[in-house]
């Protein structure tokens, strides 16, 4: 039986390099470094598992898929006295 090449590492969707065994992180269905697992808005190096999800991009739990994505108003920390035009006292 012949030897035959491994197959070839999976690339980064970051970086665009190779991802090795030992480096490889999977997230959001693709395939990325450990260092290259950033949140979307803060660019913050997220941890496997430790990150939600949006449209494909990962995102920080807390402070910016909250933001970004979380509810708004008083509590969802939105600004009470930022009402839309419908609302506005004329």
Same mark, same amino acid.
Not at 6 to 13: D, G
């Given at each position: %039986?012949?030897?035959?090449?491994?197959?070839?590492?999976?690339?980064?969707?970051?970086? *665009? &390099?190779?991802?090795?065994?030992? #480096? !490889?992180?999977?997230?959001?269905? &693709?395939?990325?470094?450990?260092?290259?697992?950033?949140? /979307?808005?803060?660019?913050?190096? !997220?941890?496997?598992?430790?990150? !939600? #999800?949006?449209? /494909?991009?990962?995102?920080? #739990?807390?402070?910016?898929?909250?933001?970004?994505?979380?509810? *708004?108003?008083?509590?969802?920390?939105?600004?009470? %006295?930022? !009402? /839309?035009? *419908?609302?506005? &006292?004329?």
């Amino acid at each position: %039986m012949p030897w035959k090449p491994p197959p070839p590492a999976p690339k980064c969707v970051v970086c *665009e &390099k190779s991802v090795y065994q030992a #480096e !490889l992180v999977r997230a959001c269905d &693709k395939v990325y470094h450990k260092t290259c697992l950033k949140c /979307g808005k803060c660019k913050k190096v !997220l941890a496997a598992g430790g990150y !939600l #999800e949006k449209d /494909g991009t990962p995102y920080c #739990e807390k402070p910016c898929f909250a933001a970004l994505f979380g509810p *708004e108003g008083f509590r969802g920390g939105g600004n009470p %006295m930022n !009402l /839309g035009a *419908e609302y506005k &006292k004329t």
